[in-house]
């Protein structure tokens, strides 16, 4: 195993690089872990916020330089990897911000004498996948580096340009060494990392699969973990939903960064037969419609897939899909191009037999359902083991709020496809996982809020 560039417009391999050794890795967690004790955990939250808003500022200043990395890797469409960028340098602000007021300390009312101080943990290993190079990690590093931890950070193999880039950027703005630490190092190495004391926290980005695993290394060594994990997100069409808006947010939510991504809309539920035939027809008009190519051309929405690897996992749920009775109602296939491109799909007539009625698609696929009432949209949106994001669209905004209360999700969006903000905390429910980053409540999951109290 090594950590590989392969461009996915092209499938040429570009750049390769080595795992670490065992030696390597571990001296890397006793250079955190020294540098937490005797130094990070001790400077001034100024002083360490002061790092982030650098590293901030140096990513907007090399714009180019970092999107380039991301359609390189994973395919992003260039003006999709400049939303990232930019949308990384404000979580990276917003935490150097308003990193005083989070941790600073709390009276506890009714308790003359007692305060509630916030203190860092360590050593915390993070583990990101390849759909958001920047995003992901920005995540955990920029509220636990301000808060006074250190982060290990283990990036997905197929992205090791972006996570050099990411780790250069906290070196730049004067981040000591330790401080943040990029690794290339494979599951046997996590799973001792995991392991030893030295490391306080663990958080994971990324399957079921590795979420239990990572999960129960870190229960079995008495770890908090956060772990964000699949979705298959359902936007409910009311009856009173304007069809034009619902299909223009549908086609962006189910197609955004080529429809990789955990929180993107993964199914359709509309409410009417007369109106779903009406949907699906504009739906399939605007699929159509899309440009799937270069992600360097301006004009293209949809790029390739991350890798061979995910193209062919999409190729098998749609064969899967269609052999047990559903209805490929666009696209559908593999485009004949160099690369790992897949054309935009809609998939309708899905059974609670059809394997894809239980299944997450990773990619710019859409399951299509049609139903005859409210209360079935909501049986429906909650019949799946993930929890992660919800849509509801109706132009009654108070009934869409009351429709949002019994959706079984961590976030919920009234008619609009997403809204990624620093300010808005992100995570799920059910098999989506547990915990929550950024906001408020991501600065919060790795901390001591320590109680000390003085004799009255």
């Known amino acids: 195993m090594s950590f590989r560039t392969i461009n996915p417009a092209t499938g040429e391999l570009v750049k390769e690089f080595p795992l670490q050794s065992d030696d390597e890795v571990f001296a890397a967690l006793g250079t955190a ?46 003006r999709f990897g400049y939303f990232e960028v930019d949308l990384v340098a404000d979580i990276l602000d917003y935490y150097a911000e308003h990193a005083e007021r989070f ?26 996948p390849w759909n958001f190079p920047y995003y992901q990690p920005a995540r955990v590093a920029a509220p636990q580096l301000v808060a006074g931890n250190v982060v290990l950070m ?56 590795a979420g239990t695993s990572v999960g129960e290394g870190a229960g079995r060594n008495l770890k908090k973990a956060v772990l964000e994990l699949g979705g298959s997100d359902p936007a409910l069409i009311l009856p009173g939903a304007p069809l ?29 037969r007369e109106r779903g035939e009406q949907l699906l027809a504009e739906l399939r008009e605007r699929f159509a419609g899309i440009t799937v190519g270069d992600p ?33 109602a666009f696209g559908g296939s593999r485009i004949d191009r160099p690369g790992f491109y897949l054309e ?15 299944e ?6 859409l399951s299509f359902y049609v139903v005859d009432s409210e209360e079935e949209a909501i049986r429906l949106a909650n019949a799946t083991r993930f929890g992660l994001g919800s849509y509801v669209f109706d132009a009654d905004v108070e009934h869409a709020r009351q429709v949002a209360g019994r959706l079984e999700a ?19 429910v059910k098999n989506s996982g547990f915990g929550r980053e950024l906001a408020e409540l991501g600065i919060g999951e790795f901390l001591n809020r320590k109680m000390v109290k003085v004799a009255q």
């Open 103 to 128: 941790l600073a300390e709390q009276e506890l009312p009714g308790e003359p004498g007692a305060k509630l101080v916030t203190e860092p943990i360590g050593v915390i290993l993070a583990i990101e």
């Open 344 to 358: 935009p799909t809609i998939v309708t007539d899905i059974t609670e037999d059809n394997p894809l009625y239980h």
């Open 154 to 209: 283990k990036h997905a193999e197929s992205v090791p340009q972006s996570a050099l880039a990411f780790a250069r950027l906290f070196e730049e703005a004067g981040a000591p060494e330790g401080a943040y630490t990029n690794l290339f190092c494979d599951i046997d190495q996590i799973g001792r990392l995991i392991e030893d004391f030295r490391v306080r926290g663990v958080t994971l980005t990324g399957s079921e699969r």
């Open 33 to 78: 872990d020294r540098l937490y004790r005797e130094d990070w955990r001790f400077r001034p939250v100024a002083e360490r916020a002061g790092v982030v808003a650098r590293a901030a500022r140096i990513l907007r200043e090399k714009r180019d330089e970092y999107a380039e990395y991301l359609t390189l890797e994973m395919g992003k469409v260039t």
């Open 360 to 365: 997450e698609a990773f990619g710019p696929v």
């Open 296 to 328: 360097r051309d301006e004009r293209t929405l949809v790029g390739p897939l991350a890798g061979e690897r995910a193209l062919e996992g999409l190729l098998r749920q749609i064969r899967e899909a269609e052999a047990a009775g559903a209805r490929i």
């Open 244 to 272: 034009d808006h619902a299909a223009e947010q549908i086609v962006m939510g189910r197609t955004y960064n080529s429809g990789q991504g955990c929180v993107n809309i993964k199914r359709v539920i509309v409410v009417g």
């Open 410 to 428: 961590g976030m919920v969006y009234i008619n609009s496809c997403f809204a990624d903000s620093p300010r808005l905390p992100f995570g799920g």
